[in-house]
């Protein structure tokens, strides 16, 4: 077989080779996304959590394990039921759980730690912590023109 053959062949392989990596990319389940506020300023927004969840949903962490890694474990709501998610697995919901995991709350409402399937999960503070204020930029000149 001549070169301009040999290549022909080689290009045709890659060619299908890249093909079938594009179809398994393709047919992989998105994490559906909320249309951000920028790009579509009229979409509907969701309804908020019930005020008993708002000190639940969160992030925690687990203690280190004998391999020396921790677990992530996220609290949210999604779809009206609240769910949990570790590391970047699938969410679960809580309802449909056994055991049911166990949330210790502080005197102010808001969880502190999750026990699941024998495992403590500790409250990360991420973000400010209700009524802080951060984030708020206050102006004390003109910006300059250009």
């Excluded at 999604?78 to 210790?104: C, Y």
């Amino acid at each position: 077989m001549s070169r301009a053959g040999i290549r022909a062949v080689w290009l045709v392989l890659v060619a299908l080779t890249l093909a079938s990596f594009v179809q398994a990319a393709g047919t992989q389940e998105q994490t559906p996304t909320w249309p951000r506020e920028p790009e579509a300023p009229s979409a509907p927004r969701p309804a908020p959590p019930p005020a008993d969840w708002l000190g639940l949903i969160g992030e925690y962490e687990s203690a280190a394990g004998p391999s020396g890694s921790t677990v992530r474990l996220y609290v949210i709501e999604r779809d009206g039921r609240l769910m949990t998610i570790a590391d970047r697995g699938e969410g679960v919901a809580i309802d449909a759980m056994t055991p049911k995991p166990a949330l210790t709350r502080g005197p102010g409402g808001r969880a502190t730690r999750v026990v699941l399937g024998g495992v403590t999960y500790a409250r990360l503070r991420v973000g400010p912590e209700d009524g802080s204020g951060q984030l708020r930029v206050t102006r004390y000149a003109p910006s300059p023109k250009s």
